[in-house]
């Protein structure tokens, strides 16, 4: 358990398909991300919402789009992916403010045909 | 930009060797530095956090150390058991009110029995 759930657990698409991916907090937290992990790559910052507010557009291209219509929840919408954009995409929540602990959730692992 | 520097990318020490990763950031305002330990296939999970008006935490075998002059720091396992081999991840967070963290690329520990 968690705390921090993400659905689905595996996604295969075609490039010209769209899909979304879910995030739910149930930690009581106001901020989430969307984090992006390749291979042999850091942890790579998406987004950043705090308070239902986006703060963080890390030159994300526009075929990724974020939606966090409250608190609890945040979508990763996807369209027209490139192979490139094959990895595992983390969400995480924390409690907004400097200094405070995220916690991920189980991660999406996107493959694009 | 922001960046944090991790090494080594590897590391292999023997069952009951220390071991010590070490990270650098760029960003002086950070205040906030997270190691997290990422298991094969799991998520990402906080093993312990330090704060810039601290120089030293310890947790039973872990410790982080700071020194916020030379913006640099580290984390120490003691007396490694297998069960600690995993890619360990050291983090900064981004401005000092924001809640955004930027991840260096990780070390892989293992240990061997």
């Known amino acids: 358990e968690t705390g921090v759930t993400q659905t689905p657990r595996h996604l295969v698409m075609g490039m010209t398909n769209k899909k979304s991916l879910k995030c739910e907090q149930h930690l009581g937290h106001n901020a989430m991300y969307w984090y992006k992990q390749s291979a042999k790559k850091p942890l790579e910052l998406m987004f950043v919402?705090?308070?239902?507010?986006?703060?963080e557009n890390n030159s994300v291209p526009s075929r990724f789009s974020p939606e966090c219509p409250n608190s609890s929840h945040l979508f990763l919408h996807l369209h027209t992916l490139q192979p490139e954009d094959s990895a595992l995409y983390l969400c995480?929540?924390?409690?907004?403010?400097?200094?405070?602990?995220?916690?991920f959730g189980d991660g999406t692992r996107l493959s694009i045909l | 930009g922001e960046n944090v520097e991790q090494h080594p990318s590897t590391l292999s020490v023997q069952e009951g060797d220390s071991a010590v990763i070490k990270c650098t950031y760029s960003?002086?305002?950070?205040?906030?530095f997270p190691w997290y330990k990422q298991e094969l296939g799991k998520r990402p999970q906080l093993i312990i956090d330090?704060?810039?008006?601290?120089g030293e935490k310890k947790d039973q075998r872990i410790a982080v150390t700071l020194n916020k002059t030379a913006k640099h720091f580290s984390l120490h396992i003691t007396e490694t058991q297998p069960e600690d081999s995993a890619v360990y991840f050291c983090a900064a967070s981004i401005r000092q009110a924001g809640t955004a963290l930027i991840f260096g690329k990780g070390t892989t520990l293992s240990v061997s029995s």
């Open positions: 919402y705090n308070f239902k507010e986006q703060t």
């Open positions: 995480a929540s924390s409690q907004e403010g400097g200094g405070r602990p995220q916690h």
């Open positions: 960003d002086s305002a950070s205040n906030y």
């Open positions: 330090i704060r810039s008006n601290v």
